[in-house]
């Protein structure tokens, strides 16, 4: 072919790097109210206009508006608050505890800690929860005890988990909460099979799944997406979009083309886009989408906005790739934050419950961390090795009784 | 009693604990109204219904992940895999979820899920329709292995893995699907309904995992085998008069070792065989485990009788194949040391 | 929850079975002509519309309209319509062959010859086509030596890849044309990185990737299209949608919610739906995705909807799970008799000349075939063992030289 | 020559050969800008260009699925694999694609990708960063295996890699990354700057796969290890004082079973060591090889000193993790014999 022009190789960059002024001026955020809430029950192709709008109820003032407006009550409201700051309250002191060598990793969710408590209300305490590392906030809103988290971060004699998991890397199959692991991504269609289970027992369960927004570029996240349209499996398949995936911005994963949310429409699912940092909003979104699948319409997908407001885990420096305060000018705010604003302006909150709440939650998260390091620290303490055999199998085999007997127990 | 082939078998296994649990569901690339490429599914769907044994879109992994959230939900799922060479999409899913999820939760979830897949040779199916990738499963704890050699262990099997709360995989050897086959492909093929297996209970019944079955006793030298290699060992000792003893090994994991250690104390002598290729298969594993516990006992090397260490050429298959000459090559290698 | 409704489990079912009258009511076609054709840099974002319609130029009379019009001289028509009848003859004695047991596998590409043949003629030489096993006349419209073919099919001394494959997996790197394999999917992520690889050395060639519709639920197609919108490669992902996949109707693979081109929505890409069975539509849609990529403009997902008119492959038989006379009345028609009409149309063709083209191109394959025949059929002839230890590794190590000898070669 | 770790070594490698070919590129999670989770590719992108090493979206498929697309234009792609755990997603493409592409195009199109990957324990990385799948490789053919000991020969063997046609999984022990480690956890972590191999020469140079080396002479027993555990086999033999000659294998496949042989002959007994858990790992295969060319040489059974059959705990880090302790034990099991 005569002339030819030559090619070039797109590379995505984020449009700062350390040094510069942070600019999130390519992250289009409608006003509160502007997007339009569909009855439950609309057909996808109805709804393809969706993941171009965020849902959002909280405005500027701090008003709920809107039709997504979920109108809950004010206690509703403050127990949301409140399992917000005890994450956020708990992610501090683990942290710290990880720098003080209590343990080996730990994984904050600051910032994006409406993703997992409103829905953790919305469900149902037989319904099941999929998470990723960052909703420890599912568990916090259904008031799973702060001491197993620590025996389970320290990995010590108590653990629920044996000593066999990272930190972090809960199960809490009373709470509704599946076993989290290391691998990304692969627990994404679980959700969807432990749906489709559901619906063909006929029964009324229906599960919520999270994936990160780098995640959705791993083939699980399409099998997930792809099964829970043609067997309509009743499912909330969520993408927290936090703008990063350890050093690599959401342009990276496909960001920059269209949004997260869009990826829904390929599937014929609805797919919401929702401001992940308004409590309210986060709420309704998924009750909509619970309501949805309940009533046997289906998969929704959601993607919510928001941002990684800490480094990546205890690993992670993140002002090596990104400006320092970048956080700090996040357009959506704090939801903590602007949930505390609401419930003020709503005459139902003040300064000084908050601080008392604040006070009272630090010394929760602070018994139970004296209390786990009182049993022990990772290294200090330790379930018996015997546990490292068990639960292989059900019932181990020759190679297992062989093993544990040579290395004494 | 029926007489059945090994498609006969397995499709009575399914129906059998479909009737009997309504938590027992199948379901798989074109396995529902079609009844599956080899038609082991035939008529589940019409008689349990279009819910219990459906088609799936082709994704492997999302077949095993599914599998595997309905198995933490309560069921007891059993998935196909079309070809064991189709596998290797939903390898990360048996490995890092379904092996690992009874342990990293504390036993709080597992999975109790069944992988049904043909595999293995002799059908010029070249290289994509061929494969034998159990060495690939039996590295990884907390998968169970399982290779049924006849209609009466397939069925007996196929119950105890889909009743076993592990994950086990079920391999089926389909050039043994409609009769036994030794290696000998320029002879007329044979039906199983001349086979003594062949005769099935039409109910339940089970064939615990972890036992292997001593298919002919011997003195003279141990064959380890399994699938259709057990059929080509009995074939290889038959035509070459060795005094030999075939352990069909049945499960690899669990492994029968007990039967496998008291048979080659006894003869002294081992030959491994199967269809995969040898670099790191699964003969290795028995190698390592008999020179350890028979190190004593052992007068000649062991020697292992394997798939190539190529992909399996369609051209070529009779020349891949491990078939009865190569066996009894081994055998006499073993029988005559040095 | 009180009173939660019972869920069910949706399993997809073709609105016919073996028996029934068939019925493809539920294809949306709109007229020839009535899709627009938007400029080939147009944004993703302005051509969301564009996976709901179905670009078509030849109309029922045969005449080729609307904007879309590729506007071919006759003698490229000529030469497509003789790249496709050329397959279907050649599809024909092959299958014939394996019912003569001379193989052990063949595949037709029956009714679907326009979606390689068109764009087999838009692509450069140096271009790279990563195919399914039914784009066959991609090579056909190549003239790719069908004694070659034929070897290949038999396995015997003369095949190209040395009785290694299964018949009709071709490999033919001179024509631009990718080594296919039993795998479904996993090479669609190849064109990608052979594209990325075109742009980031400067070059400017392109690459066309085929994959069908059931395999579309693979991981590979999503992790293709994740990449290909990342970095912007310069490839056309085709779906070519038949409607089946052995046994299993496309609800299973998820299109009953939405068409396979609004897949492409996810990730920001066209999506062009298109007419398969229209070599003019095929040509276009395939033009104009080349035209974007060549001008760095990424990739475009095109579904082309098609039929599968004969069996899975000669292991199957469809009339266990479709009606018999289903390929009867599929509404598009066949790509052969309508571009033949057509040109019969513009008299630049006629039933005389399409017979004798017919006659010469069975003898052409007759001929072909005799001559593979004589070097032999399966089992009868094939390359030297050999050949099973060569091209493991570029050089054997001790593992292959020993067996090699064990077996006596 | 520069005092260099591991992972300044491997970042040598990877700029030796991106400024001698500009048809070598590298991309993986996190490679570009940042320079890798563990600083491997520091430096790069900022020096060869934003397109020679970049980021990638978090799919391992895709990642080597890229690679094998641009190895067929005719480009050296190395990709990062961020842990050894995250290969399995990209294991079909690895196996199915990779391995095959030469052998079933009949050499039309091969596969020149280098795959690396931080593999291995003692980290505290638990069961999901801690993978030592070495045995799933080396059973594949057309795959062919590398893991380095220490920094000389990560460069060497990495630019060998690098420049080879055929696909190289190149696993890079990750405890040693920063300094050598032999499995004393007690005692204070020692530096790469103090150990001779660390002398490494800025330029190109190749350590060819496929060769071990004797990396301790001995004549009374044979030791085989690769990565970390060459350190820890080093630290028996020292420990325990036993004469025992040590082979770092450095390529799994290739193997240099020359060496091994010549070795066993010699010492007459034999113990593998590997962190992969032990069934059906690459140890079984070396014990049959062993056993077979060595069988009436050998006195006592080849001893395996392997990781559990089990996933890799976060607290049981040192119970799980094959140390000197375990590998002395095995030491004497087999010089002493039944
Ligand atoms: C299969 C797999 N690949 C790679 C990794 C390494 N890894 C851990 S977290 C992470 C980034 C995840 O980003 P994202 O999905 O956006 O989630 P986030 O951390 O932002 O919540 C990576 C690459 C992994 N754990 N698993
Ligand atoms: C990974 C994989 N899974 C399953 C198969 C078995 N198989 C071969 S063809 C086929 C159907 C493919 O359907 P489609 O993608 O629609 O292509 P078509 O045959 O209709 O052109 C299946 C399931 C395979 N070859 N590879
Ligand atoms: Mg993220
Ligand atoms: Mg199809």
Partial sequence: MKNRQPLSLHIPTPSTRPGDRPDFSHIAIPPAGSTRQPDVLTPGCEMRDMPFGLVRVLDEAGDAVGPWNPRLDPETLQRGLRAMMLTRNFDSRMFQAHRQGKTSFYMTSTGEEALGAAPSMVLEPDDMCFPTYRIVSYLMARDYPLLDMVNQIYSNADDPLKGRQLPVLYSARKYGFYSLSGNLGTRFAHAVGWAMASAYKNDSKIAIAYIGEGTTAEGDFHEALTFANVFRAPVILCITNNQWAISSFQGIAGGEATTFAARALGYGLPGLRVDGNDFLAVHAATQWAAERARSNGGATVIEFVTYRAGGHSTSDDPTRYRPADEAAHWPLGDPIERLKQHLIGLGEWSEERHQALDAELKQAVRTAAKQGEAIGTLGQSKPSPAEMFTDVYKTPDWRILEQRQELGY | ?338
Same sequence: chains 1, 3.
Avoid at chain 2, 58 to 82: D, N, W
Avoid at chain 2, 104 to 110: A, H
Avoid at chain 2, 209 to 231: D, F, P, Q, S, W
């Fill in chain 2, 1 to 338: 009693m029926t007489t059945m082939t090994m498609i006969r078998a397995i499709n009575s296994a399914l129906d059998v604990m479909m009737s009997r649990d309504p938590d027992v569901l199948v379901f798989g690339e074109d396995v529902g109204y079609f009844g599956g490429v080899f038609r082991v599914t035939e008529g589940l769907a019409a008689k349990h219904g279009p819910t219990r044994c459906f088609d799936t879109p082709i994704s492997e992994g999302g077949i095993i992940a599914t599998a595997i959230g309905m198995g933490a939900y309560g069921l007891r799922p059993v998935a196909e895999i079309q070809f064991a060479d189709y596998i290797l999409p939903a390898y990360d899913q048996l490995v890092s979820e379904a092996a690992r999820l009874r342990y990293r939760s504390g036993g709080e979830f597992w999975s109790p899920i069944t992988v049904r897949s043909p595999y293995g040779g002799g059908i010029f199916g070249g290289q994509t329709h061929s494969a034998s990738p159990e060495a690939l499963f039996a590295h990884v704890c907390g998968l169970k292995t399982v290779i049924p050699s006849n209609p009466y262990d397939a069925k007996g099997l196929l119950i105890a893995a889909i009743e076993d709360d592990d994950p086990v995989i079920f391999m089926e050897p389909k050039r043994i699907y409609n009769g036994p086959f030794d290696g000998r492909f320029e002879q007329p093929v044979s039906a199983w309904a001349r086979h003594p297996s062949s005769e099935v209970p039409d109910g339940h019944y089970v064939v615990p995992l972890g036992k292997a079955a001593i298919v002919r006793g011997g003195e003279a030298i141990t064959v380890l085998a399994y699938g259709t290699m057990v059929h080509v060992a009995l074939a290889a000792a038959a035509e070459s008069g060795a005094d030999a003893e075939i352990i069909d090994l049945r499960s690899i994991v669990p492994l029968d070792l007990d039967t496998i250690v008291e048979s080659v104390r006894k003869t002294r002598r081992c030959v491994v065989v199967h269809e995969a290729s040898r670099f790191a298969g699964f003969g290795a594993e028995l190698c390592a485990l008999v020179q350890e516990r028979c190190f004593y006992h052992l007068e000649a090397p062991i020697e292992r009788v394997c798939g190539w260490d190529t992909p399996y050429p369609h051209a070529f298959e009779w020349d891949y194949f491990p078939g009865p000459s190569r066996v009894i090559a081994a055998m006499q290698r073993a029988l005559r040391g040095l």
